[in-house]
């Protein structure tokens, strides 16, 4: 399996909903979410659709297969650009730039700096790795790697964020009748 940084955003929001993701329980529209990333990107910045746009990463931490398609890499100023339609989750964006540049450093392309692109709400936020972020990540995988391990499904959070997990159903109707 590889680990994305939708593991890393689900590890950090909640076990369970990476649990049930990882184990082929898939509510979320991904395809949608990625399809509308694509094309607010190529409506907005019609001028990267002539040159090579996706750039996808690999690299095997540990035995993980980490994987990340970064939007738009900029070789030459060493810049990737992520392009969002809202801020709502900022922190899930920011941490999956900096996914994307911990990928690159791994494969010995240093430097590199991300920015975020809201065009919708004209703002931009720029991302880069810190040695920090680099020690979070290798505590965030390390975490991945025992939930993934494990046979139990963990708790329901009972969390304010659960109303609008597209797993909220499949954890209360489970709950409830437990
Ligand atoms: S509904 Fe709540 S407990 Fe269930 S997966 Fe989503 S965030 Fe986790």
Redesign the pocket.
């Known amino acids: 399996m590889h680990i994305t940084a939708t593991h890393i955003n689900?590890f950090r929001?909640?076990?369970?909903?990476l649990?049930?993701f990882s184990n082929g329980i898939n509510m979320e529209q991904t395809s949608d979410t990625v399809y509308d990333g694509k094309l607010l990107q190529d409506t907005s910045y019609p001028q990267r659709n002539e040159k090579h746009t996706e750039l996808p990463v690999t690299f095997t931490y540990s035995g993980l297969k980490l994987y990340g398609i970064i939007d738009f890499y900029d070789a030459r100023k060493k810049v990737i650009h992520e392009t969002k339609r809202s801020n709502k989750i900022e922190q899930a964006h920011i941490w999956q730039v900096k996914f994307y540049l911990w990928l690159l450093k791994l494969n010995g392309v240093e430097d590199v700096t991300a920015i975020i692109e809201y065009p919708v709400l004209r703002e931009t936020s720029e991302v880069t790795l810190t040695d920090m972020d680099i020690l979070e990540l290798e505590k965030v995988l390390s975490g991945i790697r025992k939930v993934l391990e494990s046979d139990q499904c963990?708790?329901?959070?009972?969390?304010k964020?659960?109303?609008s997990?597209?797993?909220?159903?499949?954890?209360?109707v489970a709950e409830e009748s437990e």
């Open positions: 689900y929001i909640c076990k369970r909903k649990w049930l963990p708790p329901v959070i009972h969390s964020i659960c109303k997990c597209s797993y909220y159903e499949l954890c209360y």
